[in-house]
């Protein structure tokens, strides 16, 4: 499984940004799809995962600001990000899981929010 994640940048506080992460090489539509982010120092935490009945779950830190989606047609996953905020600055990273072993990860895109 490949995964490939794109659509990070430089955005000021208060903007929006789109990520989009493209699976390739697996069965896309059984898999739970997460975005999580690991800042400077941090640990690497959950953002938000889409079940493969489209249940949602969002770290409280993003609930109302963020929306997870996913089209099982172009096997993409999206993560909405709205309201940004300089605590938002990290490296973003999808997850593939489909079980303890089918658990992949993409290389990860930028997002840096100015204030």
């Known amino acids: 499984v490949q995964l490939q994640a794109s659509g990070g940048g430089l955005v000021q506080a208060g903007g929006s940004l789109r990520l989009s992460c493209v699976a390739s090489?697996?069965?896309?539509?059984?898999?739970?799809m997460g975005w999580y982010r690991q800042a400077p120092g941090k640990q690497r935490e959950l953002v938000a995962g889409?079940?493969?009945?489209?249940?949602?779950n969002y770290a409280d830190s993003v609930k109302g600001r963020f929306t997870i989606s996913r089209d099982n047609a172009k096997n993409t996953v999206f993560l909405q990000m709205s309201s940004l905020k300089p605590d938002d600055t990290a490296v973003y990273y999808c997850n593939y899981h489909a079980g303890r072993l089918y658990d992949y990860w993409g290389q990860g895109t930028l997002v840096t929010v100015s204030s």
């Open positions: 090489g697996s069965i896309f539509r059984i898999a739970t």
């Open positions: 889409i079940s493969s009945g489209f249940s949602t």
